[in-house]
């Protein structure tokens, strides 16, 4: 998980990835498509933000196991 902070300091969900960590040592690259959940309406998003309850998974550990 990507996290974040608004511009009232609250920490949030910015996306979720994942990536294959190598065994071998040395110096590696690599590239993670981070992705992140819309909220249902608009009107649902504008009310998240000033909440402070962004779209965001409940399990996101089974979201990302399952690709």
């Known amino acids: 998980m990507l996290y974040g902070t608004d511009f009232f300091g609250r920490?949030?969900?910015e996306g979720y990835g994942?990536?294959?960590l190598p065994t071998s040592p040395g110096v590696q690259q690599r590239k993670i498509r981070v992705f992140k959940?819309?909220?249902q309406s608009i009107?649902?998003?504008i009310f998240g933000?000033?909440?402070g309850?962004?779209?965001e998974?409940?399990?996101p550990e089974k979201v990302?196991?399952?690709g």
Request: glycine letters at 8%; a neutral charge; proline letters at 8%.
């Open 11 to 13: 920490s949030f969900v």
């Open 49 to 51: 933000y000033l909440g």
């Open 57 to 59: 998974y409940k399990d």
């Open 64 to 66: 990302l196991s399952l």
């Open 43 to 45: 009107i649902s998003g």
């Open 53 to 55: 309850v962004m779209a």
């Open 18 to 20: 994942n990536v294959h």
């Open 37 to 39: 959940p819309l909220p």
